[in-house]
């Protein structure tokens, strides 16, 4: 008989049956900034994660993750962002308003391809319902996804509006749960489960002492590095190690970031296009059918832009160019960090056909990074 299971993921919650160490853990550590309190996206002060998780025995392996910049009326009370297109094979709802006016209006979701529609739907029933949005006539929903097909049947289109929704809702911040769960649940990464991960960075008090946090849904391939540590090679699982037979192209990566720097939407697509370097030094090569995007918010709170306003003249507050280049090196690492924690955290999952995709061999990975003298 045929059950479905849904499981809703509480950003608040330590014992997701997701989670599991996570790279900091074993002693890797990536780069040079100090990760936030969580080394999570909710490391930037206001920012929420809720997740929604829906399996079915042998056909469904799929869901949602919300996030959103800050918990009032995001419509009402706009956020400066940016969108920065790695390679566009993806279906990402919204991106040319984002373009034009250099804000976001709603929760940014992430889900399975055929359930953006969906999904877009449910974020403008979300919008529209909330109090003071009762003359709104045009909403501008951002939704991303990722092909999760092979553990999912996408065609069962299992999320609904209803589902979309109470991820929204249950959205929160403090530790966010990793791996197979949410939008994560049924992706692929270096061949490898995949799933969602996160990471942060904080800038020294001398440089503004900003935060920088990132969120990605991992469904791409490439030849695995870990702090440039060749590991798929060592493993003997990476793209192309089969070549001249035939190989199946994948993707893609959606990375979510958001800072409490005062950015601009020039900056902010800047800061965006950094995500690419980062997917790179993991060995990630945003192949021809990959969809890979970065979304860069600033939850800034005094460049809010309001709805309404009887002023006529929009007054931001935004860094120096010169002022950047910190926040460019936290972007890149911890997309490089989210990435390697949703392997980590990631189990061995079973789909539809008996499709199966084994977790990260982790022990064998550690003893890899020990080889070449990465656990400090």
Known sequence: MRYLIIILALATCLNMEAQKKRAADYGIRIGILNPGRNNA???????????????????????????????????????????FVGNGFGKLTGYTQVEELGNIETPII??????????????????LSQPGNGM?????????????????????????????IQAIN????????????????????FGFKGGIGTSSR????????????????????????????????????????????????DGSCMVVI?????????NLKRLASRAV?????????????????????????????????GDRIQVIDNLRNEEMDLLFEAVIESTEEAIVNSLFAAKSATGRHNFRIEALPVDETIRIMKQYNRIR
């Not at 391809?113 to 919008?127: K, M, Q, R």
């Open 41 to 83: 996206i909710t490391d930037v002060p206001g920012v929420k994660v809720g997740h929604l998780t829906v399996r079915e025995p042998d056909s469904v392996n799929t869901g949602v993750t919300a996030i959103l910049p800050h918990d009032g009326n995001l419509f009402r009370n706009k956020v400066p962002a940016a969108i």
């Open 258 to 266: 958001m800072t409490d720097a005062p950015l601009d939407p020039r």
């Open 170 to 189: 249950s959205a929160d911040a403090g530790t966010v749960p990793e791996g197979n769960v949410g939008a994560g649940t049924g992706t692929v990464c």
């Open 110 to 127: 992430l889900t399975s391809t055929l359930s953006v529609p969906t999904a877009a739907d449910a974020v403008i029933e979300y919008t």
């Open 202 to 249: 904080v800038l020294p008090r001398s440089r503004g002492g900003y935060t920088v946090g990132v969120l990605v849904q991992t469904n791409f391939g490439g030849i695995l590095q870990i702090d440039g540590v060749p590991v798929g090679r060592e493993l003997g699982k990476y793209k192309f190690s089969k070549v001249p037979e035939e190989y199946k192209e």
């Open 277 to 309: 370097s980062g997917i790179a030094r993991t060995g990630g090569m945003t192949s021809n059918s990959s969809g890979d995007y970065a979304i860069a918010v600033s939850t800034y709170e005094k460049n809010r832009i309001p709805y309404a306003s």
């Open 136 to 164: 709104i006539t045009s909403v501008n929903p951002v939704v991303g996804e990722t092909n999760d097909a092979g553990l999912n049947d996408p065609r069962l289109k299992a999320v609904t509006r209803e589902l979309v």
